[in-house]
């Protein structure tokens, strides 16, 4: 069990690594503004973290880690606490349902010495919601908290978590005990939160307070419920009510349709918070968070170079190809399929006329000699327009 020491210590030592990446754990008017490589399956391997690394990501976030599997021992599981000094400041994301689970694997996690350790409590996908995971867990709260407190107490490096404004539409209505916890909810005998508010609230305030009280360190929240998946547009309202939320004292991340420089600039000026994390805008654009740097900061010494023209984009994609081809064990063709989701969605090939053939002949393509005799091609018959 661990005792009040324990937690202040673990706050401590939060704070020291929180500063290290360029956020506090103050409360800030003047917030860092770091720009995050979200966590995605099948997306966030080393081979495109060390890319996005390159062109700017304040911190990356690797794909999320089965629980279970790595308590298993699992190869292709333990495969992904792979991580370089040269990523830092990274964070390893864990999921599951177990509390005793999740602390195993946070605990086997430490020893990849990531910069944090993140919570999943947003994955949407029936796979891992509708297990109880994930964002199921948004329909069970006790559990949630159960699981981040296990995780909390179990390591030494700073936990944080990423969810969802909530399970459906009914969770972003203001209202008393928006969770649903029995009146004086007891997560354990060492540690009882208070009880809840008895004035309106929405799920999500409701729940940053709860995560905090049982000690993480920051919250990523993405502007979408469970019941919208990826539909719809990000409501960036409720992360802002949180942020200034009186009562909050951990940095607050954004998520949600974070496309574009102009965008990114309005979120932090409206909104406050303390970072932004950006996940299916990188796609086939790891240079995304230059752009926007240079764009927020037009007159900082320190932005990152990034490509500007198409045959320095394609270039970028080019050295990805091989990377992922490196990842997945020198399988050619393996690489080539992980790396086609960025081929297809990639902003260096949008918008270009009669590209439809092309653009099948890229995403059929299985060497890497069809791949960049492709690319050659798209460049030399799009590269001055």
């Known amino acids: 069990m661990s005792t009040t020491n324990d937690f202040s210590a673990k706050r401590s030592f939060s704070e020291a690594v929180l500063q290290r990446s360029g956020l506090t754990a103050q409360r800030s008017d003047k917030p860092s503004r770091g720009l995050f490589l979200a966590p995605m399956e099948d997306v966030t391997d080393p081979a495109f973290r060390a890319l996005c690394k390159r062109y700017g990501a304040d911190r990356v976030y690797t794909e999320f880690v089965n629980a279970d599997a790595l308590v298993r021992d699992i190869a292709s599981t333990t495969r992904k606490l792979t991580i370089s000094d040269a990523e830092r400041p990274v964070a390893i994301q864990i999921y599951g349902r177990e509390p005793e689970a999740m602390a195993e694997a946070a605990r086997i996690v430490e020893t990849a010495h990531p910069d944090f350790i993140d919570i999943n409590f947003g994955c949407p996908v029936k796979k891992v919601a509708g297990k109880g995971a994930g964002a199921g867990l948004l329909r069970d709260v006790p559990k949630m908290l159960e699981i981040a407190k296990a995780v909390v107490n179990a390591v030494h490096t700073p936990v944080t978590a990423k969810t969802r404004l909530g399970w459906d539409e009914k969770d972003l209505v203001p209202r008393i005990n928006p969770l649903g916890l029995p009146k004086h909810f007891q997560l354990s005998t060492d540690q009882l939160l208070s009880t809840f508010n008895s004035q309106p609230s929405t799920f999500i305030l409701e729940l940053a307070e709860r995560l905090q ?30 942020k200034n939320n009186s009562r909050m004292r951990i940095p607050i991340i954004g998520n949600g349709d974070v496309c574009t420089p102009e965008r990114a600039r309005e979120c932090f000026d409206l909104y406050g918070v303390d970072a932004i994390m950006i996940g299916r805008a990188t796609f086939g654009n790891p240079w995304i968070f230059a752009e926007m740097k240079a764009a927020m900061y037009p007159d900082s010494p320190e932005k990152p170079d990034f490509p500007v023209t198409m045959a320095e984009k394609v270039a970028v994609l080019k050295e990805h190809v091989l990377s992922a081809i490196q990842w997945c064990g020198n399988d050619e063709r393996k690489g080539i399929v992980h790396s086609r989701r960025h081929f297809a969605a990639s902003p260096v090939f949008k918008g270009l006329p009669d590209f439809k053939q092309t653009r099948i002949a890229l995403l059929r393509a299985e060497t890497v000699s069809e791949v960049f005799a492709i690319m050659d091609d798209i460049v030399a018959r799009w590269g001055n327009d």
């Open 213 to 242: 009280d049982v000690g993480i360190t920051e919250l990523a929240i993405h502007g979408r419920t469970r019941a919208q998946m990826y539909t719809g547009k990000a409501d960036w309202t409720l992360i802002g009510e949180v």
